[in-house]
């Protein structure tokens, strides 16, 4: 079992930054990929970008290529979601979560509130 837990959430004025951390419990993850994900009052849930924890390679939703940055360090088994030139359409709770395969994450954190005001 893998636990995560997500910090870093909240207000910001565009144009800002924030960085979101997930820190995970239970076991390394080394194995898994990391994903982040978001959801905006009354839409679906969307995917934002993921890591490959062995290795670092990163893929990126189109709408957060070139401002959101996908980092991890593996001392503290935590996630990040460095978050630049953020925008009113970025509002959303975020979630990291973890999966053994980058189709489909089995373990998800609670989701941390970001609100970027115009």
């Known amino acids: 079992q893998v636990q995560l837990v997500e910090s870093g959430g909240g207000l910001v004025q565009a144009g800002g930054s924030l960085r979101l951390s997930c820190a995970a419990s239970g076991r390394t993850l080394s194995p898994y990929y990391m994903g982040w994900f978001r959801q905006a009052p009354g839409k679906e849930r969307e995917f934002v970008g993921r890591?490959?924890?062995?290795?670092?390679?990163?893929y990126y939703a189109d709408s957060v290529k070139g401002r959101f940055t996908i980092s991890r360090d593996n001392a503290k088994n935590t996630g990040y979601l460095q978050m630049n030139s953020l925008k009113p359409a970025d509002t959303a709770v975020y979630y990291c979560a973890a999966g053994m395969d980058y189709h489909r994450y089995d373990y998800w954190g609670q989701g941390t509130q970001v609100t970027v005001s115009s």
């Open positions: 890591i490959m924890w062995m290795g670092g390679s990163t």
